[in-house]
């Protein structure tokens, strides 16, 4: 992605519209980007003993999901969502497989391989796209079209899904907005996804909790959206004689 658009997204995030803020989630992927087919736990370092069996999730997305611009890896939302099931008793391991820049469409180049790679079917599979086709403003149609695909896939495979809503921001018009923001919640009803509407909904009027792309959170504000949808993720995981 170039200077300009970046610049072009601050400003917007900066004015009227917080919500681009969170919709705009595709910077440039940092050198240290994780690779999208390692299936190792994303915080071993933190990790907390528990007892019961392994819950594999896999956590698919772009730049909120990669860590982009935090100095400690263990600060991305995939490495904390598994501290935090962990501290709960939860004896999970997530593989992040977040790729800064990534759209609907990379999403669905890469999604097949990255379940390739995988050890074992995972019990669980976030799947968190769409903020970058708003950046480039990639038609709804389009994005449906990759995460109806992406989506068939995943059933296919027998995979229980964890969607991540997004918004579109006002400034894109109601006609837009009205189908983008519908993508989701169609698409969690066709598939018999789970769905969190809008998972960013408890930070992103808060300044303070974004880096100062006004676009990525801070390690803060990944820990706030942890608290804030922990308890969502935990619903939709399996019970202990039903995982793996």
């Known amino acids: 992605m170039n200077i300009g658009i970046l610049q072009k997204a601050a400003r917007i995030a900066l004015g009227l519209s917080a919500a681009f803020a969170l919709s705009a989630c595709g910077a440039e992927a940092p050198a240290d980007a994780p690779n999208p087919a390692s299936n190792e ?6 990790a907390i003993p528990v007892m019961g069996e392994q819950v594999d999730i896999v956590a698919f997305g772009d730049s909120l999901f990669a860590g982009y611009g935090l100095e400690n890896p263990g600060d991305s939302y995939p490495a904390k969502l598994e501290r935090a099931l962990r501290t709960r008793g939860t004896n999970a391991a997530i593989t ?3 790729v800064s820049g990534d759209t609907s469409a990379a999403g669905l180049s890469r999604i097949a391989f990255v379940l390739d790679q995988l ?9 968190e796209l769409g903020g970058n086709d708003l ?14 695909q992406m989506l068939t896939i995943l059933q296919e495979r027998d995979i229980p899904v964890l ?3 997004m918004r579109a921001p006002p400034n894109y018009g109601p006609e837009y907005q009205a189908e983008f ?4 919640a169609d698409l969690a009803q066709e598939f018999d996804a789970d769905l969190i509407p809008f998972w960013m909904e408890d930070i992103y009027e808060d300044a ?3 880096q100062n792309d006004r676009i990525h959170p801070t390690a803060e504000g990944i820990e706030a959206l942890v608290a804030s949808t922990v308890d969502a993720v935990a619903a ?4 202990p004689s039903d995982a793996g």
């Open 41 to 46: 736990s994303v915080s071993e370092e933190l």
């Open 181 to 184: 923001d519908a993508i989701y």
């Open 163 to 165: 969607l991540m809503g």
């Open 208 to 210: 303070s909790l974004f």
């Open 96 to 98: 992040n497989a977040g």
């Open 135 to 148: 950046l480039r403003n990639i038609s709804p149609a389009e994005t449906r079209s990759n995460f109806t």
């Open 236 to 239: 939709v995981l399996p019970e």
């Open 119 to 127: 050890e074992e079917k995972p019990d669980l599979f976030i799947l």
